[in-house]
């Protein structure tokens, strides 16, 4: 059975940082979305299983920074430069196979989500 677990998530000041983790229970390609109430869930950074590839959505890249430690099965989510519309809950999801996908249909495994709030 996949488990995934995030961890990380709270309360930050514009303009501040924040690490979030999630720890999965074997080795995939992983990816991290957003979703704000209300809005659909959006793609944030994916990394494939092996951690030689990564694709990130405009709105992050300069800010945002994906890593994976495999010997933990575990992918940290480094935001920094944190902005008020980055504030949502956070999911970690999975899925076998090195390819990065930004739909979150393609992602079978989900993790339980974690709420990052931005205030200005």
């Known amino acids: 059975q996949v488990q995934l677990v995030e961890s990380g998530g709270g309360l930050v000041q514009a303009g501040g940082s924040l690490r979030l983790s999630c720890a999965a229970s074997?080795?995939?390609?992983m990816a991290w979305f957003r979703q704000a109430p209300g809005k659909e869930r959006d793609f944030v950074v994916g990394?494939?299983?092996?951690?030689?590839?990564?694709t990130a959505a405009d709105s992050v890249k300069g800010r945002f920074t994906v890593s994976r430690d495999n010997a933990k099965n575990t992918v940290y989510l480094q935001m920094n430069s944190l902005k008020p519309e980055d504030t949502a809950v956070y999911y970690c999801?999975?899925?076998?196979?090195?390819?990065?996908?930004?739909?979150?249909?393609?992602?079978?495994?989900w993790g339980q989500g974690t709420q990052v709030t931005v205030s200005s």
């Open positions: 074997a080795r995939y390609t």
């Open positions: 990394i494939n299983w092996s951690g030689t590839s990564i």
């Open positions: 999801g999975a899925r076998g196979g090195g390819s990065i996908y930004s739909s979150p249909i393609q992602y079978p495994y």
